[in-house]
């Protein structure tokens, strides 16, 4: 019998959502970075849609930041410190 974290009561399902946003977030960064690079490679230059990009990009990440610290520190720490009292 495996251990299945998924479906174990102990642990916050929000991890499964922060993990893989995380993942395709750092994949995001580097298909961004690469554009970037590659404009300056072959001389492009940075165009608008290059700085939109990059402003969505830094939009994303504060999204992350903020939801893992909604989903971690206000929830989690509220509801078990209110389960402590009540229990």
């Not at 165009?47 to 969505?56: A, N, R």
Request: hydrophobic fraction near 55%; glycine fraction near 8%.
């Amino acid at each position: 019998m495996g251990l299945n974290l998924i479906h174990s009561p102990d642990v916050n399902p929000a991890w499964r959502d922060i993990i893989v946003n995380a993942v395709f977030n750092v994949l995001g960064i580097v298909v961004v970075c690469l554009r970037l690079y590659s404009r300056r490679l072959t001389r492009a230059g940075f165009g608008w849609d290059d700085g939109l990009i990059v402003v969505s990009t830094l939009i994303v990440n504060g999204m992350l930041i903020v939801t893992g610290f909604r989903e971690f520190y206000f929830s989690f720490h509220l509801v078990s410190a209110l389960l402590h009292f009540l229990f």
